[in-house]
């Protein structure tokens, strides 16, 4: 048994020795050299690619090289920050199969050689600067799969002669200034799955052609100039999965057989259609997302969209539509934004809706809506945000809107509600915009709306309210906007006021308030118009009614004095009235009707891989009920762990960092894209962060079995078959290495990452700092999270590791399969919706077993 | 109102009765014969024996199928019986989300697809015969009528003649046969597929001549026979084809003349000849009477002669390749007077003299002109920011005459060029005897006309 272990050892270290003297003569390197010529190396990233003798271009940076002939076959450049031009001498580097320059900043144009590197299979030149147009000479790329030129300048029009590219699967042009038509015979590519134009100056129409295309799952236009109407055989691109047309000029109808398509979001909104909304589009069963708001859609909303059961979000706000709301909408259980704002709506808000236990976001503004608002509304426990300004609604605020604790935003501004504010609202305590204005709400405010500490507006204006203003106000800390105007409220204005640090702007105006207008805390930022028509306030500016209140000492005034005096008072009175009231016109205070406009900015979502990218920060937030307790799943030595099960989604874990605010947060952020960008099978891959003032939160893939520690330690149950644990340490230990050298590399720009992974080579001259590697990864597994090194820590040691002069000549092994793996699996604005009928585990082979072997051999030496 | 109201009942209609196919449905599914359900196995092993389909699949497979298998339903006229069918069969993985059941190397053509699917609409094969040789089988004459799409791309190891693959298919749609090894000539019968949309046979081994005639195919949208060894003249009978987008005969042996015929493709977008055998006629001056075109390649072909003043009503066209023709005279000004769309411009590697016309300088779009290795002289005609804007993709050299001004010298594109030699205060009478001579020596009657042509619109 020893022995054999031996004996593999050395076959291993035989086939070392003899890929590391291998070298074969090419001219691949001296090309390389030109190319590199072309960019301007702002970082120094290619620092390794020198004409030393000595130095062999495959296990340069980004480089890799066949194993049999050392042609170059791939060339991955991504996000190196290299400035300056392609080089025309790409063309000579016929083996090419992967070219990868993403996410720098290139500009020039695309050389026309581009089309001599005739074993192309994926071109990504996106997020750059490239200008000119997109090169004729393409179309030669007979092998070409994957063409990415999105985020660039390229101008022109988008040539014919792509349609002769038999093997495109992905056509991703988007967010480029072509112009021109959509080429017909592009519909006629048989293999297309994804065609992205989205965001250019694309003018035509929409041919009937592109329903030819039977395997394309992604067709998106958004953002355009096309005209004309969607083609009536809509209903035949059966393979569709995202449509999206929305944001162009196209007009017309809906066509009927719409209904026949099997898409998961459709997406017509920011158009001219008009007509009707087709009843058929209720059978479109997959639909998670419809949204045809912002067009000149008219008649009625067709109750059988009731029948929409696994839709999230509908929006049909923007429309001319007429009607009533269909009571069936409340079938769509599964509902998390229903904007019907701004049409012409009529009838009740049906009670029905209140069995939209998912919902979030309600919004009826701007229409025609009468009768109350359904009590029934207080069992959509999920809501966020309801907003019914504008309408004819009457009745009385339902006080069981209290149930509704999620809620953060209610505006029920310019109705006709009556009746008293219902103290019960003062227990949302998670409201920061309570709009109730312009409505007949009578009696006094309870003081209890103090209580609301997360108040960031509040708007009572314009109603009936009596009474004074209580000086529970002074407990809303973080508010930002409070106006009472127009109202008959009295009493002076409480001096808790003026400890509100965050108000900017406080509305009192037109009441009857009495008394002095508090001036400590720099109360007097606010302007005179913010107390106007108050005739007993008395103010700090001149001219205000008290500050001439000398004790009047003589009486002897003539009628005739006294008469000059008033008129000239009544004269100053007026003119500063006018003069008050002007500037007030042109701009209006914003009544909240549309978005939330809110001013603090909510913190950002930045997804770095798709599974994510139908949900929003919000949605995650309300998922886990604001990362409630009940969803740890575990913490670590910097971060507590979460776990957040989003709809359509795989679930995800979040990592919520201990750390507050990082000292410089662009930098943070760069390192966040760096880890995001790495995809090992053996890594939870990030898939999204979010930075803000308050929490740090990382989003990861959720692995359903456990964190590593309850795997090395048997705590693992697996449905099938228990997994050796020897195996799943080697993987997670190279996973782990190999994501702490991939942050290394990107500062001291180093080969050891490629030496480390199996999966890239087997080469490794150093097996003492080999050791050391595998020690540090098994301090990494740790049960203790204190115990585990940080980040530094291991970046340090690894770095103590790093050889300081670049490794000696050793051609690199890659399997000629691997750069194509990422062809197949681009998913890029939308989250992959289908599940896979055969999931593809990929399973440790054997080569890394015997790896393992010897590994672990030469630790327990060394360790003896 | 009665047509509102005929279609608000028709909308209901389909409604209830899909209404009524799913309760249906749900009540008792219907399950595909075992026979069928069998034969789906057997085909799935033929093309991966490595996987066992039968356990990873073993309901029924048009309930829970592998990607690429699809159902549909059937009612019998007479009896209203509901029976359930496959109707697609694709094979080939081709993208996470077309993960068709993948092919082993050693895949075989399972002569069951054309046996026991009666109802297939869709066969495809996509990168699945790439190693063991895989034959086409026999098909027997019942099969095909209801196949739509016939689909092979590259599957270099599926071999056999073409005649052996287009049997009876008189709902044919689509015939896609790109980069596989089937041989042969072309058969008649494709001449009877007259629902057909699009033939493409593009990089096979077919050969002979073309002598089938295509009139019948009223609906065809895209004839690419590019790739092949086909020889002989094109038939004229192309020319019936009105519906016609894309025309691809390149890289074949064609010869003879280009039949004036093609001149009836008034729906045609995309015209590649390019690198067959055509004779010594010239371009064709048809072109001008295709007002769709917006592509048009005649590259390697030795047409020879001039490039025709035909570019009237071409100003649609986007790319023009005319490379390697045998072309001489002069370039035509008009090209870029008349093609204002045009992005793409190879006239390289002919016998074109005289100057660079001025106006290319002034199209908008374009972003590629390749004059290479002609005979062009005199001083280059363009601005400094149209240099610029074309950059590297101007490509000049190889014109030993052409000259460059000073100022545009250190452009990289144009570098090559000798710099002209300063033109000082150019003698006006000289210069005129100068270009007299030269029209004189071409002694070509046409010039003379283009000139006073030239000359009229001038002065209108």
């Known amino acids: ?864 | 109102m009665t047509v509102v109201s005929i279609f608000k009942l028709a909308l209901f209609f389909t409604l209830t009765s899909t209404l009524v196919t799913i309760s249906l449905q749900q009540e008792q599914p219907l399950l595909l014969n075992s026979a069928e359900q069998d034969s789906v196995y057997q085909v799935l092993s033929s093309i991966n024996s490595a996987t066992n389909w039968r356990t990873l699949f073993p309901d029924d497979l048009c309930s829970y199928p592998p990607h690429g298998v699809v159902c549909d339903y059937f009612t019998d006229p007479t009896t209203k019986n509901v029976t359930v069918h496959v109707t697609e069969l694709s094979f080939g993985y081709v993208s996470d989300f077309t993960p068709n059941p993948s092919c082993s190397p050693n895949s075989t053509f399972s002569p069951l697809l054309f046996t026991s699917f009666k109802h297939l609409r869709k066969l495809f094969f996509y990168q699945c015969f790439t190693q063991t040789q895989a034959f086409v089988p026999v098909i027997p004459t019942t099969f095909g009528s209801s196949l739509e799409e016939l689909v092979f791309i590259n599957n270099p190891a599926f071999v056999g003649p073409l005649s052996g693959i287009t049997g009876n298919f008189t709902s044919l749609r689509r015939l896609v046969l790109s980069g596989n090894g089937i041989h042969g000539a072309i058969p008649n019968a494709i001449g009877d597929l007259a629902n057909i949309e699009e033939i493409t046979l593009s990089r096979n081994k077919l050969s002979g001549k073309v002598s089938v005639n295509l009139s019948k195919l009223k609906k065809l949208k895209i004839l690419d026979l590019s790739g092949n060894g086909f020889h002989g003249n094109v038939p004229s009978s192309v020319g019936n084809l009105t519906h016609l987008l894309k025309l691809d005969l390149s890289s074949n042996g064609f010869s003879g003349k280009i039949p004036e015929s093609l001149s009836n493709l008034q729906a045609l977008d995309f015209l590649d000849l390019s690198f067959n055998r055509f004779g010594n006629f010239g371009v064709p001056l048809f072109l001008a009477a295709m007002p769709r075109l917006k592509e048009v390649h005649l590259s390697g072909n030795l047409l020879g002669g001039e490039v025709p003043e035909i570019w009237g009503n071409l100003g649609g066209i986007l790319g023009i390749g005319f490379s390697n023709m045998g072309l001489v005279g002069e370039i035509p000004a008009s090209m870029g007077l008349h093609l204002r769309n045009l992005c793409y411009l190879g006239l390289d590697n002919n016998k074109l003299n005289g100057k660079v016309p001025e106006e290319f300088g002034f199209l908008e779009f374009v972003n590629e002109i390749n004059l290479e290795n002609n005979n062009l002289s005199g001083k280059l005609p363009f601005s400094a920011n149209f240099t610029a804007k074309v950059g590297e993709k101007l490509r000049l050299k190889g014109n030993p005459e052409l000259c460059v001004d000073e100022k545009l010298s250190h452009r990289e594109s144009v570098g090559e060029l000798k710099k002209c030699s300063k033109p000082d205060i150019p003698n006006p009478v000289l210069f005129i005897g100068v270009s007299h001579s030269g029209l004189l020596s071409s002694s070509s009657p046409f010039l003379v006309l283009l000139l006073f042509w030239g000359l009229w619109i001038l002065l209108a």
């Open chain 1, 1 to 864: 048994m020893m022995t054999s272990v031996f004996h593999l050892e050395l076959v291993f270290l035989v086939s070392l020795f003899c890929l590391g003297f291998a070298f074969v003569d090419s001219e691949d390197g001296t090309t390389l050299l030109e190319i590199k010529k072309s960019f301007k190396d702002v970082d120094n990233v290619l620092y390794d690619w020198t004409d030393t003798p000595s130095s062999d271009y495959c296990v340069w940076r980004g480089v890799t090289c066949d194993n049999v002939t050392f042609n170059v076959v791939a060339l991955n450049l991504s996000g190196l920050n290299l400035d300056g031009e392609i080089s025309t001498a790409i063309g000579k580097l016929k083996d090419l199969v992967t070219i990868d320059l993403r996410g720098n900043r290139l500009s020039g144009q695309i050389p026309d050689e581009i089309g001599d590197c005739s074993s192309l299979k994926s071109l990504d030149l996106s997020f750059n600067e490239l200008y000119g147009d997109i090169p004729f000479s393409i179309s030669k790329l007979r092998q070409l799969e994957f063409l990415v030129l999105k985020n660039n300048q390229l101008i022109g029009l988008i040539p014919s002669t792509l349609s002769q590219i038999p093997n495109l699967k992905v056509l991703d042009l988007s967010q480029n200034k072509l112009s021109g038509e959509i080429p017909r015979l592009i519909y006629w590519n048989e293999v297309l799955q994804y065609l992205g134009l989205r965001g250019n100056n694309l003018v035509g129409t929409l041919s009937p052609d592109m329903c030819q295309l039977t395997g394309l799952w992604y067709f998106d236009v958004r953002n355009n100039s096309l005209t004309g109407n969607i083609p009536q055989n809509i209903g035949n691109c059966t393979a569709f999965q995202v449509l999206d047309l929305s944001y162009n000029q196209l007009t017309g109808e809906i066509p009927f057989n719409i209904g026949f398509l099997q898409v998961a979001t459709l997406s017509l909104q920011g158009n001219r259609l008009s007509g009707k909304i087709p009843s058929v589009i209720g059978l479109m069963q997959a639909l998670a997302v419809l949204d045809l708001s912002c067009n000149k859609l008219s008649g009625p909303i067709p109750p059988i969209l009731g029948n929409l059961t696994y839709t999230e979000k509908l929006y049909l706000h923007g429309n001319q539509l007429t009607g009533s709301i269909p009571p069936e909408l409340g079938n769509m259980t599964k509902l998390h934004y229903l904007e019907l704002n701004d049409n012409h709506l009529t009838g009740l808000i049906p009670p029905e809706l209140g069995k939209l236990t998912e919902l979030f976001d309600l919004n009826v503004a701007n229409n025609h809506l009468e009768g109350p608002i359904p009590e029934n509304l207080s069992s959509c426990t999920n809501l966020n945000s309801l907003n019914v300004h504008g309408n004819k609604l009457n009745g009385t605020i339902p006080p069981a809107f209290e149930r509704l604790e999620s809620m953060t935003y209610l505006n029920l501004s310019s109705n006709d509600i009556k009746g008293f504010i219902a103290i019960e609202l003062s227990r949302i305590g998670n409201l920061d915009t309570l709009d109730i204005s312009n409505n007949k709400i009578s009696g006094s405010i309870p003081s209890s709306l103090g209580d609301l500490e997360h108040l960031l507006k509040l708007n009572l204006s314009r109603n009936n309210l009596t009474g004074v203003i209580p000086a529970e106000f002074g407990n809303l800390r973080s508010v930002l906007e409070i106006d009472l105007s127009n109202n008959h409220l009295s009493g002076i204005i409480p001096r808790e006021l003026a400890q509100l640090q965050d108000l900017y702007s406080l509305n009192v105006s037109h009441n009857n308030l009495v008394g002095d207008i508090p001036t400590s805390n720099n109360f007097s930022r606010f302007s005179p118009d913010s107390f106007i028509g108050n005739p007993g306030l008395c103010g700090y500016w001149l001219s205000s009614t008290c500050h001439g209140s000398h004790p009047t000492e003589r009486v002897s005034i003539s009628k005739a004095a006294i008469l000059g005096i008033a008129l000239g008072a009544l004269v100053i009175l007026l003119m500063i009235l006018i003069a008050a009231c002007r500037p007030h016109n042109p701009t209006p205070f914003p009544d909240g009707s549309l978005d939330k406009p809110v001013t603090y900015s909510r913190p950002k979502l930045v997804i770095l891989h798709m599974n994510m990218a139908l949900h929003v920060y919000e949605d995650i937030m309300r998922v886990t009920e604001n990362l409630s307790e009940k969803y740890i799943i575990g913490s670590g030595a910097s971060s507590t762990v979460y776990k957040c099960v989003l709809k359509n989604c795989r679930p995800v874990a979040i990592k919520r960092l201990y750390s507050h605010y990082p000292q410089c947060l662009k930098e943070f952020e760069t390192e966040l894209e760096t880890i995001g960008s790495i995809k090992h099978r053996n890594l939870v891959s990030l898939q999204g962060y979010s930075l803000s003032l308050s929490r740090n939160l990382l989003f990861y893939d959720y692995m359903e079995n456990g964190s590593l520690w309850d795997l090395l330690h048997g705590k693992f149950v697996s449905k099938n078959k228990p997994v050796p644990c020897v195996r799943i340490c080697f993987g997670v230990s190279l996973a782990s290495l190999y994501a702490h050298l991939r942050i290394l590399s990107k500062a001291a720009n180093d080969a050891v990452m490629e030496t480390i992974d199996p999966e890239i080579t087997a080469t490794c001259k150093d097996l003492g700092a080999v050791k050391k590697v595998f020690q540090l990864a098994l301090l990494c597994t740790r049960r203790h999270p204190s115990d585990r090194p940080t980040m530094h820590e291991v970046t340090r040691v690894l770095g103590s590791l790093m050889p300081l002069e670049p490794p000696a000549k050793q051609p690199t092994t890659i399997p000629p399969a691997l750069p194509s793996t990422k062809v197949t699996s681009y998913m890029d604005e939308y989250a992959n919706l289908k599940t896979p009928h055969l999931v593809n585990c990929p399973s440790m082979s054997t080569s890394d077993a015997q790896l393992f072997i010897n590994f672990g051999e030469v630790i327990s030496r060394n360790s003896e």
